[in-house]
Every structure is written in C-alpha cells, then in structure tokens.
C-alpha cells in the first residue's frame, strides 16, 4: 500500500512538474552551489571559524531550495539554441548572486556590490578582488572562495550535464555555450558520458596538484584550497601575497608546472590517458602554446631585469608568463617594477589566453590561429584574385563560415575591450590603469598594470568601473555570444510602440 502511495506521489510530481530548461539547470545547479557552502561551513566548524553558522546555514537553504526547483521542472521536449544560451546565462548569473550571499551574510561585505563583485570574479575563475585584507578572513570564507573557482572553472553546467538522467537534444548545445574554447567535442557518442569524463580529468588533475602541494610543504588546508584555484586556473590564494608566501623554490616550480598543464586542452589529456598520446604531440595548437610560453620568459628574463640574471630571476620570468598565459593570475614577485618592454608584453598576454578546451579565460590560441591563417589568405588575395586557399588551423580546415565566425568574434572582443577600458577610463583611473583593468577582465586574468599592478586589488577602481568590469569578466568567461543572445532574447520580446509584442516564436 505504502509502494503504491508513494507511486502516485511520483507521478503526480512529474505530471506537475513544468518544462523549462532554465529552471531545471538554475535548480540543480543552486543545489550544487549550497552543497558547497555547506562543505565550507564545515571546514569553518573543524577550524572553529566565526562564520560556521552562517555558510552551514545559507547551505543547506541554498540545497534544499535548487533541489525543490529541480524536482518541480523538467527539460522541454524540444529545444532552441536560445533557450540554450539564456539557460546559460540566466545559471551564471543566478549562482553569482547566490554566491555573493556568504560574503554579506557574515559581514565581511558591507555593500552587495562588493560582495558580488568577489563571486563573479570567483565564478569565472578571474581571481580580482575587493577584499584589502585577505588573511583577516575565516577559513570556512576563503575555501568558499577557492571552492567557487573550482566549480566554474570546468563549468557547473558542464557537471549539471554530468549529472543529469536527460538534457535531450540540448546537452552539447549547454556544454559548448558555457565551457571555455571554441571547439566541443564529444569524447563519446553520449553526451552525458563526455560531461563525466572532462570532470573525471579535472576532479584526477585537482587531486594530483594537491597531493604535489602538500607534499611540497603546504598544509592539507593550503594545499586543497592551493588545487582548487591552480587546475581552474582562477588564482585567488588564502594569502595577500599569493604562491609568494610560501617563499618557497619547489611549491612555484611545482605552481609552474600545474598552471601549464591547466593551460591545456583536458580533451587531449583524457586521450593521452587513454594511452593515445599522440595527437597532443602533434597538436599544432600545443606546440604553439609551449613557444608562447618559453619565448615571452626568455624575454621577460632579458628585458626586465628581474634577478639580475640569477635562475630566481628566470623562475620568477617564468612563473609570471605560465600564470598570465594561462590566466591563473598567481604572483609571486613585483612586476609593476620590471621594465616598460615586459610590462608592455604582459599587457599584451592579458585577454589571449592558452589553449582552447583547457580552464583558462582569454580568446585561445586556436582562435589566433585562426585569424592569422584568415588574414594571409585575405594578404594574398591581393596579390593573386582568383586564389583559392582553406582556412587552416594546425593540421585542420575551416570552413569559410566557421572561419568569419571567429573573425568576427575577435573583433566582437576587440571592441568588448576597448569599449570597456574607455567607460573604465571615464571613472577615473588612469589610462594603464583602465586598459590593463579592461584586459585582465574580459581575460579572467586577475591581476593588472598600473595601480593593479602584482595584487589583483580592484579597489583602486571606483564602483562604477568595477561593474563595467564584472559584465566584462562574464562576457570573457561565457564566451561573449551567449550572454550578447540571451540578451537579445529579452530585446526581441520587449513590446514596441504602436506594434503588437513581438516573441521568438515568429
């Protein structure tokens, strides 16, 4: 009797249950933010924190509240790419507000701007901050910071996907509008399964790095916390002074090390694993990525005189370039006081980014690819009119279509950038100030140039600046083209004088 009760009480669930893709994956993605704060208000209850009841508290009311939306709605039948991208952007923002909530709750924000300003630049693994005083937090507080980059480093609707029974036709359609790169591929004909094995990689790396780290010297606290913002590649660290508290030779190797490997493509990696090493060796992509890397330390080294020439100096030259290409955003020395070539050069780096299908921010490399091989096509055109000649990337083809695709993005991000470091600029900052604020943002970088310099503090940069500067970081980590569509969703639908409303449906 009790069997058929509870059958009718699931059924009658599902036949109220009302179909909307947003509000599936805000649910269950709300869900898995409040089980993280919940995880953190534990670590502040073993640390015997201040903020215990409070993370504890807006955890378990954050779970029980997305499970509830989560049992309450269902995936629609069909699916529109928009749906897709609003789902997607309408997540990001929901989980940045719901992030911001432990911060204001146990005081250590006043204003909600602030608070917010720290989970957006958490979320998409950006590493800027507000707080002048880092150490001066609980524990339980800092590992709900460094746990925010872990989630939306690989992506929470990639691991929403990982997780549930059925997204139809729409699940790679969510992977690719949220995870960092310009590619998606399916590492099997399930899309679920792919989901589950990119988190495989990452959750294994996430691991591994901590392990390194403690056993490097850190404490089991620092290294988790350590692990969480090094394979995000988001760079918030417990410590003002960053991986430079340690004062330690073998952790910044070991950081170096990690930042690369973030750096790069987990698809590739997952098939090395797979004990097909090949086509990361072979991977154009790759191997420019290394180049990249190894050329801008070398000229960092001779141009800015950091260290004297000593090999601090070089591991110095190198750990900033691994965590700036990679957009990690670590320090571990003052760069604001190297030379005016290297300074210019970091600049330079701040919105690239490392490789397409890695955690980092930035436009990829691929993407660069892709648009010298469209501009020397276009050079040669000039010269030869009736030259036919492929877009190509590495061993690859693109097609004229996916190609302006591209194309046009960079010059999208092109104007994101200098649009933003213009309004920046208007607040008051100066112009290094804003154009490094600019690119730091919309790169998920984190630390800047000028009154930025080494420390990733935003508070230099007035209020108004700063919300300029987390639409930036938004835009940076989604992509641009999701939150620019899902915007475009409310635009279209928005009723228009001495005309009937107009919606998607037409």
Known sequence: MRTSVVGRGERLVRANRRPTLAGHIVGLTIMVVGLGMFASGTVDLVDGGANTVVLLSVGLVMSVVGAVTWRLTMTPRQIRVLDVFKAVTVTWIVIAVAGAVPYVLTGHFVHWDDALFESVSGFTTTGATVTPDIEAMSRGLLFWRSLSQWMGGMGVIVLVVAVLPTVGSGGMSLMQAEAPGPTGERLTPRVRETARRLWGVYIGLTIIIGAAYAAAGMSLYDAVSHSFTTVSTGGFSPYQASIGHFES???????????????????????????????????????????????TTLWCFVTSGAGDGTSAGFRDSLFTMTSTITTTGYVTSDYGAWSQAAQALI????????????????????????????????????????????????R??????????????????????????????????????????????????GPGLGELDHTGDFLVIPREGRAIAMLQMLLGRLEIYPVILALSIVTLRLPRPGKRRETLHH
Not at 354 to 366: D, E, F, R, W, Y
Not at 367 to 379: I, L, N, Y
Not at 400 to 424: E, N, P, R, Y
């Open 396 to 445: 690859g083809i693109l097609s004229d279509d996916v190609a302006g695709k591209v194309v046009g993005f960079l010059l999208l991000a092109l104007v994101i950038f200098g649009g933003g470091a213009f309004l920046i600029a208007a607040t008051g900052p100066d112009m290094i100030t804003s154009f490094s604020a600019s690119a730091t943002s919309i790169g998920n970088v």
């Open 249 to 295: 030779a073998a952790i910044e190797w070991l950081a170096i090390v990690s930042m690369f490997l973030a750096g790069g493509s987990f698809t590739l990696y997952y098939r090395a694993l797979r004990k097909d090493v090949k086509p990361l060796f072979v991977s154009t992509e790759f191997r420019i990525y290394v180049l990249i890397v190894l050329g």
């Open 347 to 394: 600049l330079v780096l701040l919105p690239i980014g490392a490789m397409a299908g890695s955690t980092a921010g930035g436009v990829k490399i691929l993407r660069v690819m892709a648009v010298s091989s469209f501009a020397h096509r276009e050079a040669l055109k000039h010269l030869h009119p009736r030259l036919v000649r492929p877009v190509r990337v590495g």
